[in-house]
């Protein structure tokens, strides 16, 4: 279910924990770099000949809050495309057009596939991590300043024409890719830009500032966009409108953009830290087609390949209940606001979740975690499906009592209890596996494959749910549902299309039995790759 965004990421459509999991290759392959300069070089330390005194996180607060602040940025669009799919629920569209706009959390899933692009090519006059985030975080403002202008055309209902689903897929899905190519260049740019005793804030700005940048495109947003929570909660008198629009927040936040990226280029400078050094940070510089060829050799390893082909069919048990069950609960009258707004009171137990479930990770069999979590993820999908079913006769006229939310925020919980246990159990095999030689290479592909994992599954979720539906015609003798022009021509003739068979329920079964039969048949399989050699999953390819 997903009732916001603000823990994956790393969204994948599915919400999965939001860790950047971008270009970890060049990140890990720099600090070995760095690691071997410093053993090399004994006085890199010091400037001038005079010894360099740690002034610890103080000296560096300014690069620090860059970096937040480019990761909030990058978690803007990200929120707001995460909105989207709700409002367009909000006017009734079709699940396959869901389907059609679950395309747009793609990019995040594929960033591997451009990453050594980003990484390889440049102006070295203009800076090599500028060169990519300036242009990206330019053309972010420009397509949110168009939207501003478009949107509610898009998103318009106009007597039988609905939201124009494919346009929104296709702006979105550039703001996600940009937003993704940007995640590239700043995490590329966080290794320089802070010194070696500093470097680990940089995953705390990613975490962070990504979060607070989806807790402000989704949450706040859709709590500010509507007129009913506004009303309630914030005003003396009610109005027909939120405070904001999303016409306004785009504009807005696209012009932040473009004045934020404009002082950028202009004020900072790459390693200006080092301008007065005798040696700058050294950084990788891989060819491209050095590094596919990299990923390729991986991937054609026995384990790599069993492995990734597990990875890539593991989640189709849990599809149903993670890419649909939030639009279920909308179309049964939870609003939409409140659906994100449940998300908040999460926050503590994702964070907690990672450092409980990582004591029982860190062994050498971490995906027993895995395996253990994975039946009870599959009977809280059911749960799901008797939630969404149970929702409609909960309701009143006044909205759903509290105890309802009560539910719905214990279901999640116990959802995010899974969901992290087989997360952290799988990071933690990543890491345990990787060849040391080319870790960084090596985790970003694995999880790449994950993160792919979801995507399909979820998409392919939606798009069956109206097909999988069984509707009726009441009232009108003679007449079906079966389409679009049939439907119409039942409520011509006096007639109302009735739901006989949501497919959201037939889809819930079907998933927890693939699920299961995934569990019984490969369950052991993927247990049994932890007693493979360290020496069957290295690659043997040199660097």
Same mark, same amino acid.
């Given at each position: 279910?997903?009732?916001?965004?603000?823990?994956?990421?790393?969204?994948?459509?599915?919400?999965?924990?939001?860790?950047?999991?971008?270009?970890?290759?060049?990140?890990?392959?720099?600090?070995?770099?760095?690691?071997?300069?410093?053993?090399?070089?004994?006085?890199?330390?010091?400037?001038?000949?005079?010894?360099?005194?740690?002034?610890?996180?103080?000296?560096?607060?300014?690069?620090?809050?860059?970096?937040?602040?480019?990761?909030?940025?990058?978690?803007?669009?990200?929120?707001?495309?995460?909105?989207?799919?709700?409002?367009?629920?909000?006017?009734?569209?079709?699940?396959?057009?869901?389907?059609?706009?679950?395309?747009?959390?793609?990019?995040?899933?594929?960033?591997?596939?451009?990453?050594?692009?980003?990484?390889?090519?440049?102006?070295?006059?203009?800076?090599?991590?500028?060169?990519?985030?300036?242009?990206?975080?330019?053309?972010?403002?420009?397509?949110?300043?168009?939207?501003?202008?478009?949107?509610?055309?898009?998103?318009?209902?106009?007597?039988?024409?609905?939201?124009?689903?494919?346009?929104?897929?296709?702006?979105?899905?550039?703001?996600?890719?940009?937003?993704?190519?940007?995640?590239?260049?700043?995490?590329?740019?966080?290794?320089?830009?802070?010194?070696?005793?500093?470097?680990?804030?940089?995953?705390?700005?990613?975490?962070?500032?990504?979060?607070?940048?989806?807790?402000?495109?989704?949450?706040?947003?859709?709590?500010?966009?509507?007129?009913?929570?506004?009303?309630?909660?914030?005003?003396?008198?009610?109005?027909?409108?939120?405070?904001?629009?999303?016409?306004?927040?785009?504009?807005?936040?696209?012009?932040?953009?473009?004045?934020?990226?404009?002082?950028?280029?202009?004020?900072?400078?790459?390693?200006?830290?080092?301008?007065?050094?005798?040696?700058?940070?050294?950084?990788?510089?891989?060819?491209?087609?050095?590094?596919?060829?990299?990923?390729?050799?991986?991937?054609?390893?026995?384990?790599?390949?069993?492995?990734?082909?597990?990875?890539?069919?593991?989640?189709?048990?849990?599809?149903?209940?993670?890419?649909?069950?939030?639009?279920?609960?909308?179309?049964?009258?939870?609003?939409?606001?409140?659906?994100?707004?449940?998300?908040?009171?999460?926050?503590?137990?994702?964070?907690?979740?990672?450092?409980?479930?990582?004591?029982?990770? +860190?062994?050498?069999?971490? &995906? %027993?975690?895995? $395996?253990?979590?994975?039946?009870?993820?599959? *009977? @809280? #999908? =059911?749960?799901?499906?008797?939630?969404?079913?149970?929702?409609?006769?909960?309701?009143?006229?006044?909205?759903?009592?509290?105890?309802?939310?009560?539910?719905?925020?214990?279901?999640?919980?116990?959802?995010?209890?899974?969901?992290?246990?087989?997360?952290?159990?799988?990071?933690?095999?990543?890491?345990?596996?990787?060849?040391?030689?080319?870790?960084?290479?090596?985790?970003?592909?694995?999880?790449?494959?994950?993160?792919?994992?979801?995507?399909?599954?979820?998409?392919?979720?939606?798009?069956?749910?109206?097909?999988?539906?069984?509707?009726?015609?009441?009232?009108?003798?003679?007449?079906?549902?079966?389409?679009?022009?049939?439907?119409?021509?039942?409520?011509?003739?006096?007639? +109302?299309?009735?739901?006989? &068979? %949501?497919?959201? $329920?037939?889809?819930?079964?079907?998933?927890? *039995? @693939? #699920? =299961?039969?995934?569990?019984?048949?490969?369950?052991?399989?993927?247990?049994?790759?932890?007693?493979?050699?360290?020496?069957?999953?290295?690659?043997?390819?040199?660097?």
């Amino acid at each position: 279910m997903e009732l916001s965004k603000s823990i994956t990421h790393k969204n994948g459509r599915q919400r999965k924990p939001m860790v950047s999991n971008s270009d970890m290759w060049a990140r890990e392959s720099k600090l070995e770099v760095e690691d071997d300069e410093e053993t090399l070089l004994p006085n890199s330390g010091r400037v001038d000949g005079q010894a360099k005194v740690s002034n610890g996180i103080k000296g560096e607060l300014g690069n620090v809050a860059l970096l937040l602040f480019l990761y909030v940025l990058q978690g803007i669009p990200l929120g707001l495309a995460g909105s989207i799919p709700l409002i367009m629920q909000s006017k009734s569209v079709s699940y396959k057009d869901q389907a059609y706009f679950s395309f747009v959390f793609w990019p995040f899933s594929l960033k591997l596939l451009w990453a050594p692009l980003v990484d390889s090519l440049y102006l070295q006059r203009f800076g090599r991590r500028k060169s990519w985030l300036v242009p990206t975080q330019y053309l972010l403002g420009l397509f949110m300043l168009y939207l501003s202008f478009t949107v509610d055309s898009m998103l318009q209902t106009d007597g039988q024409r609905g939201p124009d689903v494919i346009t929104l897929t296709a702006v979105f899905f550039m703001l996600a890719f940009l937003a993704a190519t940007q995640d590239i260049a700043v995490d590329g740019w966080a290794l320089t830009m802070l010194s070696r005793e500093n470097v680990g804030y940089a995953s705390t700005c990613n975490s962070v500032g990504q979060t607070a940048g989806y807790f402000l495109g989704n949450v706040l947003f859709l709590a500010l966009e509507s007129a009913d929570f506004c009303n309630k909660y914030l005003r003396f008198e009610p109005q027909e409108q939120g405070i904001v629009t999303l016409s306004d927040f785009l504009f807005f936040w696209g012009t932040v953009f473009m004045v934020s990226t404009t002082l950028v280029a202009v004020l900072k400078k790459e390693n200006s830290k080092h301008l007065h050094t005798k040696k700058k940070p050294k950084e990788e510089t891989q060819g491209v087609m050095e590094t596919y060829k990299l990923l390729l050799s991986i991937i054609k390893m026995p384990t790599v390949f069993t492995f990734c082909a597990l990875l890539l069919t593991a989640k189709i048990g849990f599809s149903a209940a993670d890419a649909v069950t939030g639009l279920k609960l909308m179309e049964a009258g939870v609003p939409k606001e409140q659906l994100a707004l449940l998300a908040v009171p999460m926050v503590p137990l994702q964070i907690l979740l990672p450092l409980v479930i990582s004591k029982y990770t +860190a062994g050498p069999r971490p &995906l %027993d975690v895995f $395996y253990k979590a994975f039946p009870f993820r599959l *009977l @809280i #999908g =059911l749960e799901y499906a008797l939630l969404v079913w149970w929702t409609p006769s909960v309701r009143q006229e006044e909205g759903f009592p509290l105890y309802y939310y009560a539910v719905v925020l214990l279901s999640y919980a116990l959802h995010q209890v899974a969901l992290y246990s087989m997360y952290v159990a799988c990071m933690a095999f990543h890491a345990k596996v990787s060849d040391p030689v080319i870790g960084g290479t090596y985790m970003t592909l694995l999880n790449t494959v994950t993160n792919l994992g979801g995507n399909w599954p979820s998409t392919l979720a939606l798009w069956l749910v109206d097909p999988l539906t069984s509707k009726e015609c009441q009232g009108a003798s003679g007449q079906t549902c079966g389409s679009v022009e049939e439907a119409e021509l039942c409520v011509r003739e006096g007639g +109302a299309c009735v739901t006989a &068979l %949501d497919g959201y $329920y037939v889809e819930s079964v079907v998933c927890v *039995l @693939i #699920g =299961l039969c995934w569990w019984i048949f490969f369950g052991k399989k993927i247990k049994r790759l932890q007693e493979e050699s360290p020496s069957s999953w290295h690659c043997r390819v040199t660097k």
